[in-house]
């Protein structure tokens, strides 16, 4: 019987970039719940393509040890890293209209769906919430806004999930 090569073995740029996927969120939610940072408009963007990111991470992670090459590891780290890709062009445009770059979208400061809301609640809405707004950052690390940040991550989330896409493609299966 053959010995198992994991993940980490095989290709461990895929774990690390699998990993990053699902702690990244984890972060994100925890500075919303605990620090009371709620996300504007483009943050929840740029959130998309981790969630869709979730369930091919997830089976990197699982099929690691069984198959750490083969077509569905390939598809997998293929989707990450697009992913990813997708998350640091939506960041890259966030921070850009943060450095007043480029000015944002009018709906950058309004996350409230105000269609359903009646004349009294929306009122009392307008008078009790503090909307986050785009331009302005909401939480920094070191001077930097997360939006600044999530460009660099992400970028390099997606260039490690893309090479061990290429090292996935070129490693032979194993029976």
């Given amino acids: ?31 919303e719940v605990f620090a009371g940072a709620p996300p504007c408009h483009l943050c929840s963007l740029a959130r998309i393509p981790y969630y869709l990111a979730l369930l091919p991470a997830a089976t990197v992670l699982l099929i690691s040890t069984r198959r750490p090459s083969g077509p569905l590891m390939h598809a997998c780290l293929g989707l990450i890293a697009i992913a990813m890709a997708a998350s640091a062009a939506i960041s890259l445009y966030h921070a850009g209209i943060q450095w007043n770059l480029w ?32 331009q302005e950052p909401g939480f920094s690390v070191f001077g930097i806004s997360l ?8 970028s390099v989330a997606a260039l490690l999930a893309w090479q061990s896409r290429r090292a996935a493609a070129s490693t032979p299966l194993t029976p």
């Fill in 1 to 31: 019987m053959p010995a198992r090569t994991s993940l980490s073995q095989a290709h461990p740029c895929a774990a690390l970039a699998a990993l990053y996927v699902a702690v990244a969120l984890a972060a994100a939610w925890m500075l």
């Fill in 103 to 134: 000015v944002g979208p009018d709906r950058c400061s309004v996350t409230n769906d105000i269609l359903s809301a009646t004349t009294a609640n929306l009122i009392e809405q307008l008078q009790t919430t503090q909307l986050p707004r785009c």
């Fill in 147 to 154: 939006a600044a940040w999530n460009v660099l991550f992400s």
